[in-house]
């Protein structure tokens, strides 16, 4: 009779398979692109915008350091020219899928002429990069992402972007998961290899961040051109290698791999983004 029961009891307790809940977005962040005519760099990085429209991306965060360099002084109107047209050209391969971009250290031009020039400075970038503002922001999905503005004195948000940020924080409805984007890392485990190039305000963010740690889910970066995966009160930090890896060249460290700088490959990350504030992120090499 027991036996009869055991036998009869598999279909009742079989476990029903459970279906791995679906990304709602998934998107590309690419990083420190550091474009410029010649040498084959568009071509290349046109076939790394081939891969990426392979994992059918939403939309495409830019982070920063688009082009090569605007920002030494001997860089002259002709060059930095160049660079944003090429900039131009290549990105017309991701057709109708948006792209949100945040400035970069190297995509400022301070050696104009005078202040009055059109090109000089964050002004020209944001209207090179098509972009509303130095800092935003936008919504999709119940997710809502911040592009923020790093490049002032000491790698900080200043006073009236901190002001802003703040509010849109405190404005944003409960259940909203939040992603930000700069290009400096904000928490990075590779600022010990460079402590002077992530955000000197990184303190004050992240208790800024625990006070809204129920929305603040993720944070991306590049700037650094290495790879790392951080969490510090429950806020994954994701420093996301460069397009561009030892800026196109060769690589520092050939034991490694082509065009490797350190012990990390030129590529870009996807990232999925799921309902509840689950963030999940996978760096591709490019290889081209």
Known sequence: MAAAAVAGMPALLKEKKVKKAKPILTVAHITDVHIRPGENVPERFNKCIDQIKKHNIDFVLNGGDTILAADYDNITREQVLAQWEAWDECIKNFGSLPVYSCLGNHDMWWAAPNQQDEMYGKSYTVKRLGVPKRYYSFSKAGWTFFILDGNNPGITLDEEQKAWFKNELELLPDGQSVLLMSHHP?????????????HSDAHELALLFYEHREKVKCCISGHMHLLDDATYNGTRYFCNGAVSGYWWGDGNERSAGRGYYHQTPPG?????????????????????
């Open 186 to 198: 904000i928490l990075t485990v590779t600022g010990k290899f460079y402590p002077d190039d992530q």
């Open 268 to 288: 870009y990350a996807i990232l999925k983004l799921y309902e509840n504030g689950v963030v999940e992120r996978e760096y591709h090499p490019h290889h081209v």
